[in-house]
């Protein structure tokens, strides 16, 4: 089984300078810490782990009458010290952690500045974590007996459910969310108690307004849908990653880790399940049908972290497992020896973010992968390539250039291509072009579109009625735009754009990262030249690079499919074929907004030139609300302008007397009015006759 503990790859929280930040233009103490060093009071014992940003050590406080107390010191490392948002997150930690009060929640007791270096005073747990238990288990070919882990989730979904309904000084719910629920932060006492640990970058209604979004923050195998995609969150994205710890627990492998952080990211996007449905090792009915709820995409199918502790417990006596089976875990622990390692051994043990606060034994993570770049000679690749194209030369084409000829239909399987000195041959017999030509998405031949069940010319806004009608009947195909300079497939999944292909050149994705800054055109040119290394595939090769983090890739690509599709609204002639199920077979993005609101989009996107033409046809017929709806008013999202114009078509009027009452009588914007009118008789809010 691969490690579950897949390290954080967010970055600090960043939030408005919090109380009691140090100024920072006072230069830190860079001192070295060691066993018997004094920080605030407590005396070092030994380091137990250490990461990017922070250790923690064990340490001591002692006071009068031979008074003394054991304790873990969090501490800044030196090298960190100046990151003014990492400072912020720490002290954002402090603060939560001064309002938790659970016996399943680690307590923080003291946080303090010494000369300029900031520490926090937490329980020491004398014990192991979670991960590291499942790491053991699985290592022995065992599998966690089914009380053990129904206990353990139990546990942490109790200190959750305290953590999410936590109110502050004025009473109101703080929303705060863990988001970093994993097997890691999930230390088990040597007692067989379980404590969650580490809020760093815990979410809260107030850091949600000082940052004015929702950054990723997490383990990569342990996010939410929601998560991932950067929507809003609530506890129930705590809940979603409580139920995959649960389901690692007994089937002994990941749910969503292992493979490309992409692959990651897009398994829990699409909340795929198949490890669990492959898995060998048998899930009970009840429990699956827990988890499967728990899993749902939409949180709100989901239960509350109370719910699933209670659903737990109804399970547990159904089964007649005792209620505390705190000795069962200790039983394992003595097994697989998880509490007695030596002080030496501890020492040398390091983590990627210090979430293990252990007296007896340290916690090793694994950290990520990182790519070291040397001169431009190791990236350059060794090829030139060179090609007969439609009657003219191609001679000395870097790799990049190949795939973006390949992509947009210039170059076919049947071109010859030559690369370097090789023999030519055809292009797609080239092992660096197969993902290219396999992908039904990138290929522009008319064999694909044939037998189309729609077909129509582009022009005066003809394209909203259509997507429109693929919405409202849940049409799974794609929809092929050439006006002939340029070509576009947009394939649809249920209604719902999901891929779109173009042959545009100032829509490759390079292009478009590099224009949005989101890369800079040297890191472009680097990830360019290791693309034959990933198979032609820019965003791995970014990743890998470490140009950009996977949900940065993510969402930026989302972004170019939603501008792709909505440029094709903008186009003024040309022709457009519908044919059914046919599918990309890429690694989709779907665009986050609603079928509708995108439509909403693509209306107010639209030249007046063209909603004037488009109405011009209904101008002297009778508006009215139509029988059969595709959709409701509400999910089109529009402005309180538009709906107050379509909520004045009552069967009275026509469609330029409505116009003229809109726009003459009550002042309205012509070009809402328009715009109005034309969303309406597009998606069938209205009907003219």
């Keep these: 089984m691969q490690d579950p503990e897949v390290p954080n790859d967010g970055a600090p929280v960043q939030s408005d300078a919090a109380p009691g930040l140090p100024n920072q233009s006072s230069a830190r103490i ?211 990653t409580l139920a995959v710890i649960l389901t690692e627990l007994l089937i002994g492998a990941p749910l969503f880790a292992g493979g490309p952080q992409l692959e990651v990211l897009l398994r829990i996007r699409d909340v795929n399940l198949r490890a669990l449905d492959d898995s060998k090792k048998r899930v009970p009915s009840d429990v699956s049908a827990l988890l499967r709820e728990a899993l749902r995409a939409d949180p709100k199918e989901r239960p509350d972290a109370r719910g699933f502790a209670e659903r737990i417990d109804v399970i547990c006596a159904r089964r007649g497992f005792a209620a505390d089976a705190s000795s069962q875990v200790c039983q394992l622990l003595g097994r697989y020896q998880l509490c007695a390692v030596r002080p030496e051994d501890r020492a040398s043990e390091s983590v990627n973010r210090p979430t293990s606060l252990f007296g007896e034994q340290g916690l090793t993570e694994p950290t990520m992968q990182t790519v070291t770049i040397g001169g431009s000679a190791e990236l350059a690749h060794k090829f030139a390539y060179s090609a007969e194209l439609r009657g003219r030369r191609l001679d000395s084409v870097e790799f990049p250039e190949l795939v973006r000829l390949a992509t947009t239909g210039e170059i076919d399987k049947s071109t010859v291509i030559r690369r370097g000195k090789d023999s030519p041959r055809p292009a797609g017999e080239l092992p660096e072009l197969s993902r290219v030509f396999s992908t039904p998405a990138l290929q522009w031949d008319k064999e694909e579109i044939s037998r189309p069940r ?92 470490g140009v950009l983090r996977p949900v940065e890739l993510y969402r930026a690509v989302a972004a170019q499919v939603r501008g792709r599709y909505l440029e094709a609204f903008r186009w003024r002639r040309g022709e457009f074929l519908y044919v059914r199920d046919k599918e990309s077979r890429e690694e989709t993005y779907p665009i986050e907004q609603d079928a509708h609101v995108l439509m909403r989009d693509a209306c107010a996107a639209l030249h007046p030139s063209e909603l004037e033409a488009a109405l011009a046809p209904l101008w002297e017929k009778v508006l009215k609300p139509a029988q059969s709806p595709e959709g409701t008013i509400g999910s089109y999202q529009v402005p309180d302008a538009w709906r107050w114009v379509i909520e004045q078509a009552r069967g009275d009027q026509t469609v330029g007397s409505l116009f003229a009452r809109c726009t003459l009588q009550s002042g309205l914007d012509p070009e809402d009015a328009m715009r109005a009118l034309f969303l309406a008789v597009s998606c069938r809010l209205l009907e003219a006759a």
């Excluded at 065992?142 to 882990?149: K, M």
């Design 30 to 240: 860079k001192r070295a810490v060691g066993e018997g060093t004094i920080l605030g009071g407590y005396e070092i014992d030994a380091r137990l782990g250490v990461g990017g940003m922070a250790e923690v050590y064990s340490a001591k406080r002692s006071g009068p009458h031979g008074f003394s107390k054991r304790v873990a010191i969090k501490r800044i490392l030196p090298n960190a010290s100046e990151d003014e948002g990492f400072t912020r997150m720490f002290i954002h930690e402090a603060e939560l952690a001064a309002r938790l009060s659970h016996p399943n929640i680690i307590q923080v007791f003291d946080f303090g500045d010494d000369a300029g270096e900031l520490y926090l005073a937490m329980e020491l747990v004398t014990g192991t974590s979670l991960g590291r238990l499942l790491r053991a288990v699985v290592a022995r070919g065992d599998t966690l007996p089914l009380p053990v882990a129904l206990y353990l989730v139990s546990q942490a979904a109790r200190a959750l459910d305290y953590v999410h309904r936590l109110r502050g000084d004025d009473g109101e719910l703080l929303g705060l969310v863990h988001r970093d629920v994993s097997p890691g932060n999930l230390l088990l006492t040597h007692t067989g108690h379980l404590k969650l640990a580490d809020f760093g970058i815990a979410y809260t209604h107030e850091t949600e307004r000082h940052t004015g979004s929702n950054d990723l923050r997490g383990k990569l195998g342990y996010m939410s849908p929601e998560q991932v995609q950067g929507l809003p969150l609530d506890g129930k994205s705590d809940v979603f």
């Design 454 to 545: 729609l077909r129509g010319d582009i022009g005066s806004a003809s394209l909203l009625p259509v997507v429109s009608s693929l919405a409202h009947n849940r049409e799974t195909g794609v929809l092929y735009l050439d006006d002939g300079r340029r070509k576009k497939k947009v394939y649809f999944v249920d209604g719902r754009p999901d891929f779109v292909a173009s042959t545009m050149r100032d829509e490759m994705l390079g292009t478009y990262l590099v224009e949005k800054g989101v890369c800079m055109p040297m890191e472009m040119d680097m990830a360019l030249a290791v693309m034959p290394q990933h198979k032609g595939r820019l965003g791995d090769a970014l990743v890998s690079l």
